[in-house]
């Protein structure tokens, strides 16, 4: 949790243990996690493992078959939906075709029966929110993607939930649109301080909005952190390759002290030095991920070290992407290990191209080492 936030603050949404089995099938396992007041909280993962299911819990929609969910200290077990002190905005957006922006933001309130004045203020709150003033009296069809997606948002906040929650929100807009519109959502989460908690299976859109990401699998939490934490210090293989691409080093342990080992891997050709909190014991079968930004790929060799660390390989494959290149370098071993990299790396240099024969080398800080 960020470290500026009290370590006694109680969290605004408790899933207690919780299991969610339909039939014989279990969709959500055994899920405990705390969620805090004005957290942009990330549901991370593939198709089906339990994401919206979770959601879908929360919101109250689905009742979980083992467990307990509190929502701001309140047991929510017999708490039907439309009493929580949630919203949801659905993967569909689902407005209404035949009313205007403005009729489908008014339409919860107008339910409440909220003051007509009232709802005058708050829906021009929310189309200022969203910035789309000047569409209040247009159709949902005379609407882009993105418009729409920001009525629905506009939709949802208009009822001043205390807890948002969003099922793939950006997931109709196309790779440009959601890029612009993931830094807007933060700015809006952030204005109205509302949590949020959002399902998605894309991990640069959890990584680039979220205060923290819980990663699923199979209906089980792998791993929950900040989007730092989650990439440079992955807990097992499944998330390290779930988050970003990676190389990963089969090995066994040779030594181990308590802020570094030293690992055996036939597959890196080399010694894998390693630095890390924790002691392994030796003989222990492990494996060392290592981002393909972290290792440095040069055509002469890198004076000095002691042989650990540093591989060399023949270049198989090159993506040009503009800013940086991929590379795909195969070892003696066989292994291939991906580095990314501008396409020349000094200004002496000539550019690396194929079946040159290239020198890897990445430092302690760089890998991980995960027993699972
Ligand atoms: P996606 O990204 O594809 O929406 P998800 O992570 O949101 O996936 P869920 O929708 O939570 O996954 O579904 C988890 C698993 O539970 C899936 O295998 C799904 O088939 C199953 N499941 C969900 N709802 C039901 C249901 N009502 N009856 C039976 N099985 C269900």
């Known amino acids: 949790l960020e470290p500026w936030r009290d370590p006694n603050e109680k969290p605004y949404v408790r899933i207690e243990k919780v299991t969610k089995k339909f039939g014989d099938f279990t969709a959500v396992d055994d899920v405990s996690l705390s969620i805090y007041r004005g957290e942009f909280f990330s549901l991370l993962g593939g198709s089906g493992s339990g994401k919206t299911t979770l959601l879908r819990m929360l919101a109250g929609f689905e009742r979980p078959t083992e ?28 407005l209404f075709p035949h009313m205007s922006v403005e009729g489908n933001i008014a339409f919860g309130l107008h339910q409440d029966r909220v003051p007509a004045a009232e709802v005058r203020d708050r829906v021009a709150e929310a189309l200022n929110l969203v910035q789309l003033s000047q569409f209040g009296k247009r159709k949902p069809h005379q609407l882009s993607g993105g418009q729409r997606q920001r009525v629905a948002l506009a939709r949802a906040l208009v009822k001043r939930p205390k807890l948002l929650l969003l099922d793939e929100p950006l997931g109709a807009l196309d790779k440009k649109l959601r890029e612009q519109t993931q830094f807007e959502l933060v700015n809006i989460q952030e204005k109205v301080g509302i949590t949020f908690v959002v399902v998605t299976h894309d991990q640069e859109e959890a990584m680039t909005m979220s205060s923290r990401i819980a990663v699923m699998n199979r209906g089980y939490i792998a791993q929950i952190g900040t989007p730092t934490e989650i990439y440079e210090y992955p807990n097992s293989r499944f998330t390290a390759e779930f988050i970003g691409s990676v190389n990963m080093f089969h090995g066994r342990v040779l030594e181990s002290e308590p802020d570094h080992s030293l690992i055996r891997s036939d597959e890196a050709d080399c010694d894998l030095y390693v630095s890390h909190p924790g002691h392994l014991a030796p003989g222990t079968e492990c494996w060392v991920a290592v981002r393909p930004e972290k290792v440095t790929i040069s055509k002469d060799e890198p004076p000095g070290g002691d042989g650990r660390n ?27 290990v991906r580095v990314t990299a501008p396409m020349v790396t000094r200004r002496t240099e000539m550019p690396i191209t194929w079946e040159d024969r290239v020198h890897l080398t990445w430092r302690p800080f760089a890998g991980s080492v995960l027993t699972n």
């Open 67 to 94: 467990g307990r969910i509190f929502i701001d200290g309140v047991d929510m077990s017999n708490v039907p939906p439309y009493e929580r002190p949630v919203n949801m905005m659905f993967q569909s957006y689902a």
């Open 310 to 336: 540093r591989a060399v390989g023949v270049v198989k494959e090159i993506a040009y992407l503009g800013d940086v290149s991929i590379y795909e370098i195969e070892l003696d071993t066989g292994k291939r």
